[in-house]
């Protein structure tokens, strides 16, 4: 659940592959504001309900309850695998009386109310749900991932293993027998007093006008949502500006366009003003005519020149501020110094697990020493050259250098929360689990 919110029932096949029956819906903008808690859960828990009644009806009576995961993509303090405690709302939701209270508990009880034998066993945060789906989905024979992030249209976030001899914080119930354990990072709310940040007056004035003021900094730099409003606001600017020369054919300062409008620039510009390579950037300027409202005859070359400019400069440097993000987790994780033989199995020839603990592993040494990081979101995934220009900062980072990028490997991550997700319900369904 983010701002939209996914039903999903999950069959993993055990042998990196699995089937799903997915359904999703958008959590109505009445509810991201709702009065009380129980009213968005109420109806998070009927949709839960009319998925079974569609999909599984057999289960609506069966007697031994589902397990449900819960995937939660917003900042929550977890104590135990099946509890989450609200900390704050992220991407538009406010509903002060989930704030401090456990969404699972809130969930459940909903799910009771609706009487359908659910029960959320486990509680997720969507980037731990990625890092989990790329895992399993991975053949046998390649480095387990150790890193997911979110780089998406309404957050970014990441997630990691950590050695717990490193953890000095509570870190509540759980089985400590491997001595690692996953961190959601939580970091969009990286640099939340800006001492480290850049911070322009676009920046400024997308934070203003944000519903969480002055939280989530470095998320306003990254998610698809902020870079849009970024591009908008600068243009709106230097075309206002009367010592620019910013499409000096049109009327200067109509307070018509679509440009004025708030919070309504479709990313797709920002995809074409990164891979229109054109001489007269026709492609571009059809989509500066669309998305801001000039009339596509009064546009010149060199208007279409600076919007690039700008756009590619909003682009990258969100792109460099993920990468420095998944690089600091690199160094933090200590897997740049750590080339671990336990993680790779032997296999044989066909890279099927041979389970034989003596025999030579097949793995060369390129695959033993690799980082695997997951990555989901829209961004990511539609932003020409994002992965590029992340490698360009890994490559800049003291202690990671062009052999550390090199060992980076980058996968994208379809409906990987809602996998992820499964996985992890399935492990905490399990006796002792
Ligand atoms: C939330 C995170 C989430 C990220 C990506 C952020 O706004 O705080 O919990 O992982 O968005 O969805």
Known sequence: MGTNFRVCSVTLNGDS????????????????????????????????????????????????PLSLGFCFSFPFYQASINSGVLIRWVKGFDIEDAIGKDVCQLLQTEL??????????????????????RSYTLPVSQTRTSIGAIIGHNGTNGAYLEKLSKVSKDIGQCDRSTGEM???????????????LSHTEYDQSINESSSNKDSSMFEKRISGIF?????????????????????PNYKRNDKSLTLRNRWTVDNSIMAVAETDRSMDLNKLKDKIALTFGFPAWAIKLEDVQAVRDVSKAIGRRAARLAGVA??????????????DRLTMPAVDAKGVPTNDDNKESAIDEEEVSTIDVAIEGDVFKDYPRFEQYMREALRVINGIGIDGEQRVRIGLVGDGSAIGTAIVALLASQPGG
């Open 182 to 196: 996953f961190f959601n990072i939580e970091w969009g709310s990286f640099d939340d007093k800006l001492s480290i």
């Open 112 to 133: 009771d109310n609706v009487k359908i034998p659910v029960k959320v066993c486990a509680i997720v945060n969507d980037t731990l749900g990625s890092l989990m789906a």
């Open 227 to 247: 870079l849009g409003e970024l591009l908008r606001l600068v243009v709106e600017k230097l075309y206002d500006d009367p010592s620019v020369d910013l499409f």
């Open 17 to 64: 592959t699995y089937t799903s029956e997915t359904s999703d819906l958008v959590i109505p903008q009445n509810l991201t504001r709702a009065k009380s808690a129980s009213d968005l859960f109420a109806f998070i828990a009927t949709e839960i309900k009319g998925f079974l009644e569609v999909f599984h009806p057999d289960r609506l009576h069966a007697s031994r």
């Open 326 to 339: 998944v690089g600091a987790v690199i160094l933090q994780s200590g897997k740049l110094q750590q080339v």
